[in-house]
């Protein structure tokens, strides 16, 4: 049975790459979750372990390959500005994040959940993306309202993750899973910042984007606006404070 839905869901991105002849594997298997899982959104993102201030290589780094709408998008860069959620959990354990009522996760993720909540978002699924014991970055999604997935749409969610991993490993092909420069995504933007700003404090990779999440959480602004800001130099950082 699991077979024959994987054979039906493979063949139905080939026909929606047939049809949208310039879209990616992976954007088209976010496309068919929002059509076959009764999900508002869908978004898929890449993920790599960069080596942290204390040498543990815990700081996930992130670019956006394909999100479905503006929540699905807004919900990927607010996990990285809070630096927390079913995406970063998906990656670190290796498991599916399945959250059918999101309002009842603020004790997890509490700088999270009631931004993400504002957002639209009243149920959350993550399903890390990976190949054997590597992982890759994630697959997210949201729906506007309450309630779990059934049985066949967690088993369809899993054979869609499961192509869409093939599609970053396409999309990989001739760059390094920690070289995020082939995404056409302004988090690529937020590792050159954080680079700057940690010569500014003379601190730690870790500290950098702390300081970095922090504005961003304090000012109600994204990650990727406050990183541009500071390679545009029109934002810098003190040992104390922020200085424009």
């Known amino acids: 049975m699991v077979e024959n839905r994987r054979q039906r869901m493979q063949a139905l991105l080939a026909s929606d790459g047939a049809a949208h002849q310039s879209a990616s594997a992976v954007s088209l298997a976010c496309e068919r979750c929002v059509l076959e899982l009764a999900v508002s959104g869908a978004g898929a993102t890449v993920l790599s372990k960069t080596p942290s201030g204390n040498g543990d290589g815990s700081t996930p780094s992130r670019g956006l390959v394909h999100a479905t709408n503006e929540i699905s998008a807004g919900l990927e860069d607010l996990q990285l500005t809070v630096g927390e959620g079913p995406c970063l959990d998906a990656f670190a354990t290796g498991g599916p994040v399945l959250i059918s009522d999101l309002a009842s996760a603020t004790p997890r993720w509490p700088?999270?959940?009631?931004?993400?909540?504002?957002?639209?978002?009243?149920?959350?699924?993550?399903?890390?993306?990976?190949?054997?014991?590597?992982?890759?970055?994630?697959?997210?999604?949201?729906r506007d309202t309450p309630g779990p997935?059934?049985?066949?749409?967690?088993?369809?969610?899993?054979?869609?993750?499961?192509?869409?991993?093939?599609?970053?490993?396409?999309?990989?092909?001739?760059?390094?899973?920690?070289?995020?420069?082939?995404?056409?995504?302004?988090?690529?933007?937020?590792?050159?910042?954080?680079?700057?700003?940690q010569v500014q404090l003379n601190s730690t990779t870790d500290v950098a984007l702390m300081r970095l999440?922090?504005?961003?959480?304090?000012?109600?602004?994204?990650?990727?606006?406050?990183?541009?800001?500071?390679?545009?130099?029109?934002?810098?950082?003190?040992?104390?404070?922020?200085?424009?």
């Open 213 to 244: 999440r922090g504005h961003a959480f304090t000012h109600n602004m994204s990650l990727a606006d406050v990183a541009r800001q500071v390679v545009d130099r029109s934002l810098r950082f003190t040992d104390t404070e922020d200085e424009q």
């Open 111 to 142: 700088a999270f959940t009631p931004a993400a909540c504002d957002l639209g978002a009243a149920a959350v699924f993550s399903f890390p993306l990976q190949v054997g014991v590597v992982r890759l970055g994630s697959l997210d999604l949201y």
């Open 149 to 197: 997935l059934t049985r066949i749409e967690l088993a369809d969610a899993l054979i869609l993750s499961d192509l869409a991993t093939q599609g970053v490993i396409a999309d990989l092909d001739g760059h390094r899973t920690e070289d995020v420069s082939w995404l056409a995504d302004p988090h690529a933007q937020v590792h050159q910042a954080t680079g700057m700003v």
